[in-house]
């Protein structure tokens, strides 16, 4: 698996080179997979990259912090941002051309910001259990989970996060993004300030919302609000599905399927 180095990263608590390291496969239009707030290992992508490899160059990048990338030592509350300008700086030095995007979660949130940043930039964007409030009422408990006892996430949760993480590091990794979440709610001006600054309407590359219809890290009118953002651009509920409709078993199906419609139009062209 290899690494890169990029000059410097906003995510890195110290200036100069940062070492990326990244997984890829296939070949074709390049297909970038940006992992949510507890890396890859928990959500992992296998599904997709079996069904899209054949057709994608598939490009799954560790950022900052986690997995075999370099580790760091906070997570401030505009995380978000910098790990999109970092994730920018990663394929211009890989010289990856015009990918489609697909973020989970945290990385959903990335992938808007680098489309809002440098629209010429991307192709498309698949955004799934995607974010857009910063108050999340309903999931404050479960940042409080995060920061206070994320060994009592569960034995496989927890036994997964050491082999990805570090058996010496991942519970300050989880911590540090359950208190992030929680500080970017206690730093909000109101209740429905967004994480975008008010300017999700001005995305322009073509995108699609994949969420599952049980999610619970959404809140009751969070894809309304979405909608009147962005009415024309679609958002496809999974029926029974959670969090992670890409790597649950019984929802990886529609999700992909989403997607290759969504795909489709990028490799007739």
């Known amino acids: 698996m290899p690494f890169i180095s990029i000059k410097e990263s906003p995510l890195a608590s110290d200036a100069g080179p940062v070492e990326i390291h990244y997984r890829e496969s296939g070949s074709g239009?390049?297909?970038?997979?940006?992992?949510?707030?507890?890396?890859?290992e928990i959500y992992p992508f296998t599904r997709q990259i079996e069904a899209f490899s054949d057709r994608f160059k598939i490009?799954?990048?560790?950022?900052?912090?986690?997995?075999?990338?370099?580790?760091?030592?906070?997570?401030?509350?505009?995380?978000?941002?910098?790990?999109?300008?970092?994730?920018?700086r990663l394929l211009d030095r890989l010289q990856i051309d015009r990918p489609v995007l697909w973020g989970h979660s945290d990385g959903a949130?990335?992938?808007?910001?680098?489309?809002?940043?440098?629209?010429?930039?991307f192709r498309g964007l698949i955004l799934e259990a995607f974010h857009y409030y910063k108050v999340k009422p309903a999931s404050r408990g479960?940042?409080?989970?995060?920061?206070?006892?994320?060994?009592?996430?569960?034995?496989?949760?927890?036994?997964?996060?050491s082999?990805?993480?570090?058996?010496?590091?991942?519970?300050?990794?989880?911590?540090?993004?359950?208190?992030?979440?929680?500080?970017?709610?206690?730093?909000?001006?109101?209740?429905?300030?967004?994480?975008?600054?008010?300017k999700l309407s001005e995305l322009s590359v073509p995108a699609?919302?994949?969420h599952g219809d049980r999610d619970p890290r959404t809140e009751p009118d969070e894809l309304?609000?979405?909608?009147?953002?962005?009415?024309?651009?679609?958002?496809?509920?999974?029926?029974?599905?959670?969090h992670s409709p890409h790597s649950e078993s019984a929802?990886?199906?529609?999700?992909?399927?989403?997607?290759?419609?969504?795909?489709r139009e990028f490799i007739e062209t």
């Open 109 to 121: 949130v990335i992938a808007t910001l680098m489309g809002l940043a440098t629209p010429e930039k």
């Open 163 to 198: 082999q990805e993480h570090g058996e010496d590091y991942w519970e300050k990794l989880i911590r540090m993004n359950g208190l992030a979440w929680r500080d970017i709610s206690d730093e909000s001006a109101h209740s429905k300030e967004d994480l975008y600054g008010g």
């Open 59 to 88: 490009l799954i990048p560790d950022r900052s912090g986690y997995g075999r990338s370099m580790r760091i030592e906070e997570l401030p509350t505009d995380f978000h941002r910098r790990a999109a300008i970092e994730t920018i």
């Open 29 to 40: 239009i390049p297909l970038v997979f940006l992992h949510g707030g507890w890396g890859y």
């Open 142 to 161: 479960f940042f409080e989970e995060m920061v206070l006892n994320p060994e009592k996430l569960g034995e496989r949760v927890c036994r997964t996060l």
């Open 208 to 210: 699609i919302y994949i």
């Open 251 to 263: 929802a990886t199906a529609s999700c992909n399927r989403l997607a290759e419609e969504f795909l």
């Open 224 to 242: 309304a609000a979405i909608r009147k953002e962005l009415p024309r651009t679609p958002i496809r509920l999974i029926e029974d599905a959670g």
